[in-house]
């Protein structure tokens, strides 16, 4: 069956540090890869997208890294800062389809000043 | 308005009630999507709408839960008969035109919390 795998432990760090959480996947052929946000009782915003064909996406302080041998994606957050600390949401969303992005389940940041 | 609103933000309701929830997706577009999310988990998919049509509703959980969008722009979801397992975060998303060459970048609203006691 289809899976979406993230670290459901919360991933915990010392400000200034690089945060790196982990999205792995089995038995999808994704088009892309997309993260997203979330924030204790709001909706999941999105943050960046990549695609099949790429290895690499940057953003600010952001970078989203896909390998599809591996069936992973990394996402780092460089320089973190307090107000990083939230759920960070992947979601496939599969090719031959309506590209609607399937959820893992977040891993919750938690940046420490 | 700028964002996806969901009304009501909160809904308890009893056990066995029947329940609609409202989505006003961004202005222009089309297609639309009603995730649920309980607690500790990611938004799992109920329903996607292109236009006025239900695309794909595979993940209803059962013949209790029901979306429309009649106009293609405002959705409901409804719920009858409703049960303490679906207590969760009831999210609605749009996105502008779906499918590989947008990426399919989808905007959420706030969630509707909806409490079945």
């Known amino acids: 069956s289809q899976k979406i795998e993230q670290n459901s432990e919360a991933l915990n760090i010392q400000e200034g540090k690089t945060a790196t959480l982990t999205c792995n996947y089995t038995?999808?052929?994704?088009?892309?890869l997309q993260w997203y946000r979330q924030d204790p009782g709001r909706g999941p915003v999105f943050l960046l997208l990549i695609r099949e064909n790429e290895k690499e996406k940057r953003k600010e302080r952001l970078k989203v890294t896909f390998d599809t041998t591996l069936k992973q994606s990394l996402f780092h957050i460089t320089a973190s800062q307090p107000a990083d600390s939230a759920t960070y949401l992947c979601a496939l969303c599969a090719s031959g389809g309506s590209y609607i992005p399937t959820f893992g389940r977040g891993t919750s940041l938690i940046v420490h000043p | 308005g700028a964002g996806v609103s969901q009304t009501p933000s909160n809904k308890v309701t009893e056990k066995g009630k029947y329940v609609e929830l409202r989505c006003d997706p961004i202005?222009?577009?089309?297609?639309l999507y009603w995730y649920r999310q309980s607690l500790g988990q990611g938004p799992e998919f109920l329903i996607y709408?292109?236009?006025?049509?239900?695309?794909?509703d595979s993940g209803l959980p059962n013949d209790r839960f029901f979306a429309v969008r009649p106009e293609g722009s405002v959705s409901t979801l409804k719920i009858q008969r409703t049960e303490r397992g679906d207590s969760a975060v009831y999210l609605c998303a749009s996105s502008p035109s779906p499918g590989r060459s947008s990426g399919n970048t989808i905007y959420f609203g706030e969630g509707s919390w909806l409490t079945v006691v």
């Open positions: 709408f292109q236009g006025t049509g239900a695309a794909d």
């Open positions: 038995n999808y052929s994704p088009a892309y």
């Open positions: 202005s222009g577009h089309t297609a």
